[in-house]
């Protein structure tokens, strides 16, 4: 059943992804021109730095499948690519595993093909600490997500119907592991709130993980004979995770990533902007690996890291942290979220400190 589910999540996922059109939320994110702001390309750096360790690309592979023969086959392509390009990358969720070893190659291939990159371990917020070190050595991971996804559980016929232990379980992992744990939504967001409690746990980073993506509870309901849509596109974007979440990563000192709805390198500027440390992209990158290998997603990827130091020249960031003074202008969807959870936006519009009338850094 749990072979033929993870089978059935990467189908799903592909007709999504077949049919659906870049998240709505990224375009509600405009960029002020400064005509004079530009830097030379070549002076752009886009490493980051994440555990201890330098990250070339500020963007990553995230957790998508493993647990079958087939997904397996769609994790070596996945890790070819992250291998020859340096990109991070996390694997999908190793519950599986637990409950048939046997799957385990369908996971260890990551490792195999990426002998030298940055690979996190997923398990999900119900797993023991035990079951944590586990997963982390299988594959020599360098961190661990714990997905949380009460809502992907709640549409899954066979799906967990407890959830308050949660928060008691992350806490323990993050305690019993000697890797930093990065706690992430499967596409519904994330709050302010969640961020603060994720950090008195001593969780290390927040991935908001918005909708616009892949939506778990689409992909659970047409699983069902009983279709139960109604939670369809339930939750927060990325970006208005980001907004809502920002205040609570300065104050709590852990950082975000971003994941959900990201379709262009362009969307990875724009998570930058707002705030994200790293941007987590799955959809997008499945698609081209499925339909034409890991070859085109390795040129993808270096279409992207090109597309990106460009873009990052035109605004004047030599790198990504001073992406975060980049002028915003923030409409539509996401105003509306932000007025109504109190937000005040008008501060990302001057942030450069250059104002009409002149130049003034």
């Not at 939320?25 to 750096?45: E, W, Y």
């Not at 992250?82 to 999908?92: K, L, P, Q």
Request: net charge negative; hydrophobic share 40%.
């Amino acid at each position: 059943m749990s072979s033929s589910r993870k089978d059935d999540h990467v189908r799903l996922a592909m007709e999504q992804e077949t049919a659906r059109r870049r998240s709505r939320d990224f375009d509600d994110v405009r960029i002020v021109h400064h005509p004079l702001s530009a830097v030379n390309v070549d002076t752009v750096s886009l490493e980051v730095e994440i555990a201890d360790r330098t990250w070339t690309l500020p963007y990553y592979i995230n957790g998508m499948t493993g647990g079958s023969e087939f997904t397996g086959k769609v994790n070596q392509a996945l890790a070819i690519a992250a291998a020859e390009t340096g990109i991070a990358m996390a694997s999908g969720s190793m519950s599986a595993y637990f409950k048939d070893p046997a799957c385990a190659p369908s996971f260890t291939v990551l490792r195999d093909e990426n002998p030298h990159g940055f690979l996190m371990a997923n398990l999900s917020a119900n797993a023991s600490p035990e079951q944590a070190r586990e997963a982390i050595e299988l594959i020599d991971a360098d961190a661990l997500q714990i997905h949380v996804n009460a809502v992907q559980e709640i549409v899954m016929p066979e799906g967990d119907r407890e959830f308050e232990h949660w928060p008691q379980r992350i806490e323990a992992i993050a305690r019993a592991v000697d890797v930093p744990v990065i706690v992430k939504e499967v596409g519904f967001g994330m709050t302010g709130d969640t961020v603060r409690g994720l950090s008195s746990l001593g969780v290390a980073y927040v991935d908001v993980a918005g909708n616009g993506g892949t939506d778990f509870a689409r992909i659970e309901s047409a699983r069902r004979d009983d279709q139960f849509s109604h939670l369809n596109g339930w939750g927060q974007s990325a970006v208005e995770s980001l907004i809502d979440a920002r205040g609570a990563s300065r104050d709590t000192g852990v950082p975000l990533f971003a994941s959900g709805g990201v379709r262009t390198s362009l969307d990875v500027l724009k998570a930058l902007a707002l705030g994200a440390k790293a941007v987590g992209v799955a959809g997008g990158f499945l698609a081209i690996v499925r339909e034409s290998g890991p070859d085109a997603l390795i040129r993808e990827i270096r279409v992207w890291e090109g597309q990106l130091r460009s873009m990052m020249a035109l605004v004047g960031a030599r790198n990504v942290p001073a992406l975060t003074r980049t002028d915003l202008l923030l409409t539509g969807r996401v105003r509306e979220y932000a007025d109504a959870r109190g937000f005040d936006l008008s501060h990302f519009a001057r942030r450069s400190g250059k104002v009409s009338g002149g130049l003034h850094e």
